[in-house]
């Protein structure tokens, strides 16, 4: 309704006006998570939170105890490990991931699922490889693999889409439950996610990739009123037949009240760097047989291209390595170009972490939006040197600098749950690429506080077509705003993270408040 001093707002205050004084606190539009996963955020919380184990041994111990407490038979998931947050390497090992027998011995009578914090790989003991009808001789899948020993028996790690049997032999045990409980438990983890999300002053959230299904859960919880937050979701998972009957119903703009966007659909070219999925030029420093995986070939991409301009829906590609990002940059040039409306489509490069130089312009010259992730830099810098070299480290990797210095519209957000949801962590690590160990990951490529912060508001509106929305504080704009403990775009950049959010206000209502 307004914005301005006391003089411009004192008027406007009635009988049932609530005034809060924030007595010189700084005051921003709330944050937009530009890409996460809300089902997955709600999944790692009611899962085992692997995510502060010091090495694999305290994860043995970890899913051991967890399973006194489980009756024999029942799946036991973990969420979060990442070996590259160890301390030490696992003994024995294979590529460096730990083996599964120490495991698979502390948890005969239970199938353990342990999901990699990147969701790139995944964890299981011999129960649940058993289950999976993994064998000696089970190939590994097209864009995955199956970690061998060397007698070439399954180690227990399981990379990209060779996680399938894994998950859906998990998939067939919940099968079994009744529609009801799978739909209360999906209710149980979005709740406990948007809950986190709010506390942490993310009033929109770009969903990453949901089924049509879950849409349909998110469009129910909006007609309750339940959607605490906004949504913005790309469909994901979906065969291209099913897409095109579906598109027309499902394409949604500013449902209930804008609390629910669908027009976008995610596609994934390649894996994780961390896991070396990432799809890269030259082979990798610390695995030289290996370029990386290609996870959907990019033949199929383009068909979804092509009903994307159709259905007039964005795509979002996750493209991790510099071939990744160079193929899909030419896939989308291609499809523009065949189309001879010149209209403004915002097609997307999920993470675009690894960038060829000659490539940074590409993405202002075609209007595509990086979506990059601030702590996703300082989280995988420990060891982006030994999987690409200094070099290629030094120019491609996590590259928002040149990206902005060459135009291009770079968004922010964690990838929750792979990373924190917490947006000033992430503001953190985008303007001072400080790691864990104290070291500064490349700062020459650094953003500016004003760009972290534009990248977590303005632009990640901008990126969804809700720029005329969301992402300033501004009349006719929806009341989404926070209000933080400290001035983050001000203070001396250690302090940064212990900056706290004090109010979340969503549509005019507060619906976070810190004790
Ligand atoms: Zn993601």
Redesign the pocket.
């Given at each position: 309704m307004a914005v301005g001093d006391e003089a411009a707002v004192k008027p406007l205050i009635g009988p049932r006006t609530r005034v809060i004084d924030l007595a010189g606190r700084l005051t921003i539009p709330g944050f937009i998570e530009g890409?996460g996963?809300l089902v997955g955020l709600g999944d790692a919380r009611l899962a085992l939170d692997l995510s502060h184990a010091r090495d694999w041994n305290e994860i043995v111990e970890q899913v051991a105890r967890a399973a006194k407490q489980v009756p024999p038979g029942e799946w036991i998931i973990g969420d979060g490990w990442h070996q590259g947050h160890w301390e030490s390497t696992p003994q024995p090992a294979v590529e460096g991931y730990p083996v599964h027998e120490a495991l698979s011995r502390a948890t005969p009578n239970h199938p353990v699922l342990l999901k990699h914090a990147t969701?790139h790989m995944c964890f299981a003991n011999a129960r649940a490889m058993q289950l999976a009808g993994v064998e000696r001789q089970t190939p590994d899948p097209s864009g995955g693999t199956i970690l061998r020993d060397a007698r070439g028996e399954a180690t227990g790690a399981f990379r990209e889409t060779a996680q399938g049997p894994v998950f859906h032999a998990r998939s067939r045990a919940q099968a079994g439950r009744s529609p009801e409980d799978r739909e209360a438990e999906l209710r149980k983890g979005i709740e406990l996610a948007v809950d986190e999300c709010l506390a942490r002053g993310v009033t929109s959230f770009q969903d990453?990739g949901s089924s049509l299904a879950t849409i349909d859960l998110f469009k129910r919880l909006a007609d309750e009123g339940r959607l605490k937050l906004r949504l913005w979701v790309m469909v994901r998972g979906e065969s291209s037949q099913r897409l095109r009957d579906a598109l027309p119903a499902y394409r949604m703009i500013g449902y209930g009240g804008n609390r629910l966007t669908v027009r976008a659909i995610k596609r994934m070219v390649d894996g994780a760097l961390g896991s070396h999925g990432a799809w890269l030029f030259q082979p990798y420093d610390d695995l030289p047989g290996s370029t990386g995986l290609v996870v959907e070939t990019l033949e199929s991409i383009r068909e979804t291209a092509l009903l994307a301009v159709q259905h007039d829906c964005q795509l979002c590609t996750?493209a991790i390595g510099d071939r990744a990002n160079h193929e899909i940059l030419d896939l989308y040039d291609a499809v523009f170009r065949s189309q001879p409306d010149r209209r403004d489509r915002r097609w997307r490069i999920?993470h675009a972490q690894h960038v060829l130089p000659a490539d940074f312009p590409r993405f202002a010259e075609l209007g595509v939006i990086a979506s990059m992730q601030g702590n996703h830099a300082t989280s995988d810098g420990p060891f982006v040197v030994s999987r690409l070299g200094k070099e290629r480290g030094a120019v491609e990797s996590y590259a928002w600098r040149s990206l902005l210095d060459h135009k291009a519209v770079v968004i922010n957000g964690t990838?929750v749950p792979?990373e924190d949801v917490n947006p000033i962590l992430s503001f953190h690590a985008s303007v001072t690429r400080r790691m864990k160990n104290g070291k500064q990951f490349f700062p020459e490529q650094c953003m500016t506080r004003a760009e972290a912060l534009r990248s977590y508001t303005l632009d990640a509106a901008y990126a969804a077509f809700e720029d005329d929305l969301k992402g300033t504080l501004s009349v006719g704009k929806l009341a989404d705003v926070v209000v933080l403990s400290k001035d983050i775009l001000t203070i001396p950049d250690d302090e940064i993270p212990n900056a706290r959010v004090d109010f979340t206000i969503v549509g005019g209502r507060v619906v976070y408040a810190r004790q």
């Open positions: 890409h996963h969701g990453a996750h999920e990838d792979v």
